[in-house]
């Protein structure tokens, strides 16, 4: 079965750290998708990026960038220079490509970034 | 360009009321979706649909029911509201059938008195 861990619940750094969201996820699939959301203080969920599992090279977007490891089932995501409004809570969620057709989106439990000014 | 719009943004609910949620998409997306958003959990999936007139369970259907008689539209209906469905609601459309764009809607607060 699909699952996605985030084990960092909370954490805390001084604005211009950098800090890295680490994800872990599991799946029988071999295609399938990798997504980070990020859910400010007002609630809604803003989307950040999705890979494939066929594509492994890292991504780079201005202060985000995000490493794909299948040999180790990770997807994390570094904040570069952290700002206050980095401040939110980050979730990563997982799509399985091979099985049912469906679409689901399987999401971790989140970790909730506060950036200190 | 509306995107997927939730009715109403919040509600307040005494236990075994019953109400809908309404989602209603102007992408003409095939997939759709409804999360609950529960503190240290996560969003999970409650029901989905991969077109009008399909529709199936998430990992936490109980006491929820949905119809997709449109492809515009997915309410989420509540027959007997319970404490334990307090949370905060979202609908979800996608592009695609597998690995598409996810687009969410704002949300909706629910409290269960």
């Known amino acids: 079965a699909q699952k996605v861990t985030q084990a960092q619940t909370e954490i805390s750094v001084v604005e211009k750290e950098d800090v890295t969201l680490d994800c872990v996820y599991e799946?029988?699939?071999?295609?399938?998708?990798l997504f980070w959301y990020k859910q400010p203080p007002s609630g809604e969920l803003v989307f950040l990026i999705r890979?494939?599992?066929?594509?492994?090279q890292n991504e780079i977007s201005g202060r985000y960038s995000w490493n794909f490891q299948k040999s180790t089932s990770s997807f994390n995501f570094t904040i570069t220079a952290s700002q206050v409004v980095d401040s939110a809570v980050y979730f990563c969620?997982?799509?399985?490509?091979?099985?049912?057709?469906?679409?689901?989106?399987?999401f971790g439990t989140g970790t909730r970034l506060t950036v200190i000014p | 360009n509306a995107g997927v719009t939730q009715t109403p943004k919040f509600q307040v609910l005494k236990t075994g009321q019953s109400m809908t949620l309404q989602c209603a998409q102007d992408?003409?997306?095939?997939?759709m979706s409804w999360y609950r958003q529960d503190p240290g959990m996560g969003l999970r999936l409650i029901h989905y649909?991969?077109?009008?007139?399909?529709?199936d369970q998430g990992e936490v259907p109980n006491g929820y029911n949905v119809s997709r008689s449109t492809t515009e539209d997915f309410p989420l209906r509540l027959l007997s509201a319970a404490p334990s469905q307090t949370s905060v609601y979202f609908c979800?459309?996608?592009?695609?059938?597998?690995?598409?764009?996810?687009?969410f809607g704002s949300g909706t607060r629910l409290t269960v008195v």
């Open positions: 979800a459309s996608s592009y695609s059938v597998q690995g598409g764009g996810y687009t």
């Open positions: 799946t029988r699939d071999t295609t399938y998708y």
């Open positions: 890979r494939n599992s066929f594509d492994e």
């Open positions: 969620a997982l799509s399985e490509g091979d099985s049912s057709g469906a679409n689901n989106l399987f």
């Open positions: 992408m003409n997306h095939e997939y």
């Open positions: 649909s991969v077109g009008a007139g399909i529709t």
